[in-house]
């Protein structure tokens, strides 16, 4: 397996009833659940999309999309902050802005740790910018990671934590070691892609 040529080569599908999930293992019992149990359910409810990373045929993972907001309040950037209340004509912090959640994103064990979550997620942000661009308005790309991947997300790949968060993160690695799955809300401003 050339990871090089899994990068140039997997694609998206929508999941469907007739692909086989029994094979998926992403090491969280959770994630694995949610794909094996509960995807195609909240789908067909358009409650999300899930959108599986194919290659040859094999699940390498999946991410599930929805729709949310984010309100300025939790917007760190003061500066930026400011603008958007500017751009809207509004004066409350509590006002939501437009966003997509993704809202599961997983690699499959046999793939992971090698680089694809990273590239597998910069290629989702990109399409997400095009279509916040031509298609849908929104600003923000929402996730709710868990500890576990906070540096994942916000190290490795510019998503920012909730301005209310800033104590808590400050004790990211205790977190991390006594509770890897507490979820933090973070957000990605598609401006910086």
Known sequence: MKIEDIKENYYFETLTAEHDLSDFD?????????????ALAQQKEKLNVTKLVMYNGDIIGFASLLTDTLKLKNIKD??????????????????????????????????????????????IL?????????????????????AKAFN????????????????????????????PTKTFYLYLDLEKI
């Open 78 to 123: 003061e500066n930026l902050r400011l603008k958007i209340k500017g751009k809207l004509n509004i004066n409350s912090n509590k006002r939501g802005i437009s966003a997509v959640k993704i809202g599961r994103l997983a690699i499959n064990r046999k793939y992971s740790n090698k680089g694809l979550g990273s590239h597998i997620l910069r290629s």
């Open 26 to 38: 992403c090491g969280d019992e959770d994630l694995n659940d949610f794909l094996k149990n509960d």
């Open 152 to 179: 994942f997300y916000v190290v490795r790949n510019g998503f920012e934590y909730l301005k209310k968060d800033e104590k808590s993160i400050k004790n990211i690695d205790f977190i991390m070691n006594r509770d």
């Open 126 to 146: 990109n399409n997400l910018k095009k279509i916040s661009e031509n298609k849908v308005g929104f600003r923000f790309i929402i996730i709710e990671g868990y």
